[in-house]
DNA sequence: GTACTCTCCGTACATAGGTACGGAGTCAAG
DNA sequence: CTTGACTCCGTACCTATGTACGGAGAGTAC
């Protein structure tokens, strides 16, 4: 019970656009697969799966380039990989997470300053943005 | 005592490259200066200090394009205008922390699956991607 | 068999923010 | 006066991740 569908069902299966399918296939992220009669590319519900996973991976913050990187892993290593991987992720999203408070707290900061000194004169968050 | 100086001085003295000093011209975000002799670019100190506005307006989330409308500003409203696109950047910026936290917390579930499950088979990070 | 949809392909375009190139002119030091 | 560093300009290129186009062929519904 292979069931076997065209890239535009396929597309739609993995909610992404047909020509993000091709995409995906010309940079290697994707088997082409068989093209049976006419030409026309023929998947199957494991290449849905790819495109899943994908599009999950991308949501964790890998780059389609890690994303060839995991799906090429294969044997008893795979699990250290992966796992560094990950982690070196995980610093990623940390630092960037940092960065983002500190920016929060900046515009926080610029936004009450803004709101406090209702007064004429230059408007202290370009101010600040010039001193900084 | 204007201290003027050429546009690589320039760009040393606000650590960034020459060539984004001329696409920062090019695309309005600053003044074309004076060309006297030569036709060597004449920046002042006034330069200076708007290219480190356009730096630190980047790092706390402004496009360049928002940028360009805040170098724009003058006039009473100016404080109203700049509170409400700090704002709007605030909510981004909350957004995106909380995208990163949900992230964050992902990464670090899938890590510590594979660190428990020290055994043969399928890396659970791979799994977990596949199924997500 | 006609109409409509889908797929094929290669290529160009899009965003944002720069970076690089190359040949010519200019400036400052010695 | 020569040498080396700096600047001029327009244009092309870069990363990452797709999107769009357009003409031709194939599949499908009625």
Known sequence: MKSRM???????AAEVGVET????????LLQEPDRPLSGYREYTAEDARSVRFIKRAQTLGFSLNDIAGLLKLDGPQTCSITHDLALAKLHLVEDKIA???SIHDALRQMIRQCELKQKRGTCPIIESLVQG
């Open 21 to 28: 399918i091709r995409f995906y296939q010309r940079s290697g």
């Open 99 to 101: 960065d983002l408070e």
């Open 6 to 12: 065209t890239i535009g069902k396929l597309a739609e």
